[in-house]
């Protein structure tokens, strides 16, 4: 039986409930992962991911990873993946590792394939309050693993000057479309476009390989005339931020 399974069954007596660690900042986990993304090369053995327990008690830790469900478990994970360990139990103020190994699926080669690693927190329960009702309170981070193909066109440091922004404005419909032509997923920390002295915050969202998306803005409102001048931030491999800045043409 594994330990989230026995904590659910805890639940009769104590209420559960599990939160994406970075959808509670007023709850925040103290198992640290190291990182915000993996990248997995196709010509790699494993890779490993290392966890650090912060607190002064021990915490369990189970371990996932799926294709692209927030709801998965590790009952129903359906990546070609096994993480080992899969359920651990980390001391205070110690750390683990994680080994991932890619077992082998028929995946493109053209361009990266998106999964999720999911790490759960499991903390203690109360001994001395162990007959009264405890709200158990599992935190989770989810990272996006990148599985990356050998012998791809181009470099992850190339994907910047490889993105198109186009601006598309159709009354108050507007948006600014971007297209990446490369094999490289493109994370972005948020987008603006200015025009003048007027400025729009834009949903800026993951781009796939070989794909395109649309950055709608959270409050539209009619394009002025003007310049319109986008900024972004692209997310590279190592988690830091790199300014863009496009003048896009109308």
């Known amino acids: 039986m594994s330990i989230l399974t026995r904590c659910w069954r805890v639940a009769a007596t104590a209420s559960l409930v599990v939160l994406p660690s970075l959808c509670a900042p007023s709850a925040q986990a103290s198992v640290v992962v190291t990182g915000t993304r993996v990248i997995y090369p196709a010509d790699a053995r494993e890779v490993t991911v290392r966890l650090t327990n912060q ?24 990546a070609p993946f096994v993480v080992n360990p899969a359920i651990s139990r980390l001391a205070p103020g110690s750390g683990q590792r994680l080994r991932i190994m890619f077992t082998g699926a028929a995946l493109p080669q053209d361009r990266e394939s998106l999964f999720h690693l999911n790490v759960l927190q499991i903390p203690p329960m109360n001994a001395s309050t162990a007959d009264r009702n405890q709200m ?19 470099s992850p440091e190339q994907l910047a000057e490889r993105l198109q922004f186009v ?3 159709s009354g108050q419909q507007w948006h600014v479309r971007v297209d990446n032509p490369t094999g490289f997923h493109a994370s972005f920390g948020g987008a603006t476009l200015r025009i003048g002295e007027q400025q729009w915050t834009l949903k800026a969202a993951m781009v796939a390989p070989k794909s395109s998306a649309q950055w709608v803005p959270q409050s539209p409102s009619a394009l002025p005339g003007g310049e319109p001048v986008l900024q972004a931030q692209l997310i590279n491999d190592y988690g830091a931020r790199l300014d863009l800045r496009h003048v896009l043409p109308r």
């Open 55 to 78: 607190d002064n008690f021990p915490n369990a830790v189970q371990a996932w990873i799926d294709v692209d469900d927030p709801a998965s478990t590790p009952a129903d994970a359906d």
């Open 136 to 154: 158990l309170l599992l935190m989770r981070n989810r990272l996006k693993l990148f599985y990356r193909p050998q012998g791809m066109a181009g």
């Open 167 to 169: 601006l598309v404005p």
